[in-house]
């Protein structure tokens, strides 16, 4: 059997990936998908540590994430769609306009 | 010793999809791979002895929510090489900048992965506890979502609402008066 280790790391992983996206990237799209790569990898730990524990309750806190992100994502492009009306740009560095 | 071998082969295609997908300058094809990091990591949920998560998975993210994304670049005709000439003049681009966060990015790595190998049960199996016929059946799921998570369920339901009147709002051309 794999060890719950290996699930934790590969966990690990993507959550990094999905950071460096959220701070390397400048489309507000692909921050957004990093966004969901971050969501996926923390479900896969709740997945695992629920399988170790014997439960389901870490299935059922996934499908809670799951409905969460579905919300986050259709109010994120909601905004989007409004930012690139204003703008004509996806680059969140364009949005400067509260800044001091 | 199947199992080993399809977990680290779904982790590899998981992993090296996720990278592509911060790698691409064309939104469209970052959602393509992403769908792809999605159903390898659905195999997972299916090693797991979690078929319900992998199909809502598949049906949820990759069906739902990712036709969404691909909808919206659509929708905006997003312009993919928006982003060249601010990537090459911002500031953080400089090469010791950017050293210096490819370092802190490697670094978070280490530190999670020393971290988690630290904890005492990271050799483990997974797999030992449990009743798997009982853990795999959709019927013990709903039992417990609609019993003991019944108020997160209820909540979630008025969230949802919530998201959808609000991006109603904010999507909705404001020339109407």
Same mark, same amino acid.
């Given at each position: ?34 966004? +969901? ?34 919300? +986050? ?14 703008? +004509? ?12 | ?7 680290? !082969? ?10 592509? %997908? ?37 049906? !949820? ?5 990712? %036709? ?14 928006? #982003?060249?000439?601010? &990537? ?16 802190? #990015? ?8 020393? #971290?988690?190998?630290?904890?005492? &049960? ?21 039992? %417990?979502?609609?019993? &003991? ?15 959808? !009147? ?12």
């Amino acid at each position: 059997m794999i060890p719950l280790g290996n699930y934790l790391v590969v966990s690990a992983i993507l959550f990094a990936i999905g950071t460096a996206g959220v701070f390397l990237r400048r489309n507000l799209i692909t921050i957004l998908l990093s966004i +969901e790569i971050m969501l996926n990898a923390v479900n896969l730990s709740f997945v695992a540590f629920g399988r170790w524990q014997g439960t389901v309750d870490g299935q059922i806190i996934t499908f809670f994430v799951m409905t969460v992100a579905a919300a +986050e994502a259709a109010v994120g492009l909601a905004i989007v769609i409004a930012l690139f009306r204003h703008r +004509e740009s996806l680059n969140p560095d364009a949005f400067t306009s509260l800044k001091w | 010793m199947p199992d080993t071998v399809l977990f680290y !082969v779904f982790s590899a295609v998981a992993v090296g999809a996720s990278l592509l %997908v911060i790698g691409q300058r064309n939104p469209m094809y970052s959602i393509m791979l992403l769908i792809a990091s999605f159903g390898a990591l659905s195999a997972l949920y299916i090693q797991l002895d979690a078929p319900f998560v992998a199909m809502a998975q598949i049906i !949820v993210y990759a069906g739902a929510i990712m %036709v969404l994304f691909l909808f919206v670049v659509m929708l905006l005709n997003a312009p993919h090489e928006d #982003a060249a000439l601010w &990537d090459r003049t911002h500031p953080l681009r400089r090469p010791g900048v950017s050293r210096f966060g490819a370092m802190l #990015a490697v670094l978070l790595i280490v530190q999670l992965v020393w #971290a988690l190998l630290r904890v005492s &049960d990271a050799r483990a199996a997974v797999g030992e506890r449990g009743d798997v016929a009982e853990l795999t059946s959709v019927r013990t799921v709903g039992r %417990v979502l609609f019993t &003991d998570y019944m108020f997160a369920f209820e909540a979630t339901s008025v969230l949802i609402l919530v998201a959808m !009147v609000g991006a109603v709002v904010l999507a909705a051309r404001e020339d109407r008066r």
